[in-house]
């Protein structure tokens, strides 16, 4: 059963416009969530994260809102860009725990010119 | 060099060959990192090496059997693979403890005929 659910595999969003990724997790332990981005034939690189003490967590054109009731993330670009345009996996961690990261499946994002 | 880099970037193995991947990070890391993504499939944790010792094995076969001979370096031999083996091997680094962010190289795309 995963733990982490990224439930829209794609989404493509016009140039300037507001892209919309979620995330859904299940373990009420996790406390910590991070999001990556990943371009083909690369490794995924870190975008940005929020812990459970805040809600929301903003970087540029980036950011993170934490609904911990709901167990749901989301991550926001704005404007969005061409350059946006890659996979994004949503990551959750348990502080108390190992400190291992459960991933999900990701969203791939195409940003239209 | 900088970064996390993998080689082979790309493997063709049949399924009684032996090969290794290999992982090199040049950011002064003490944690290195094995994962798989197959199609469609969250990034799969595989092994966990900090300062050297393997700190954790999630339940992968033993046809696969990492190395890790110092913290820059990080093997993971292959043996008798199958088909459904066939995926993308990341390679990851960080330092230990606490939540911190993971560096991931480009992986290494294997297939298993």
């Known amino acids: 059963d995963q733990q982490v659910k990224q439930n829209s595999p794609s989404l493509s969003v016009q140039e300037g416009r507001i892209s919309i990724l979620n995330c859904d997790y299940t373990n009420s332990m996790f406390d910590y969530f991070l999001w990556y981005k990943k371009y083909p034939a690369e490794g995924p690189t870190f975008l940005i994260s929020?812990?459970?003490?805040?809600d929301k967590n903003e970087d540029g054109r980036f950011t993170v809102f934490l609904n911990k009731s709901a167990k749901h993330l989301s991550l926001h670009i704005v404007p969005s860009q061409p350059g946006d345009s890659a996979v994004y996996f949503c990551a959750a961690s348990a502080t108390s725990g190992t400190y291992k990261y459960i991933f999900g499946t990701g969203t791939r994002l195409k940003v239209l010119a | 060099e900088t970064g996390v880099t993998q080689t082979p970037r790309h493997l063709v193995m049949g399924m009684t060959n032996k090969k290794s991947l290999k992982c090199e990070q040049h950011?002064?890391?003490?944690?290195m990192y094995w994962y798989k993504q197959s199609a469609k499939k969250p990034l799969e944790l595989m092994f966990v090496y900090n300062f050297k010792e393997q700190t954790e094995n999630n339940s992968v076969p033993s046809r696969f059997s990492p190395e890790c001979p110092n913290s820059s370096h990080l093997f993971l031999h292959l043996h008798t693979l199958q088909p459904e083996d066939s995926a993308l091997y990341l390679c990851a680094s960080s330092q230990v403890g606490g939540l911190n962010e993971q560096f991931f190289g480009p992986g290494t795309r294997l297939t298993v005929l």
């Open positions: 950011l002064g890391h003490n944690a």
């Open positions: 929020i812990s459970s003490i805040k």
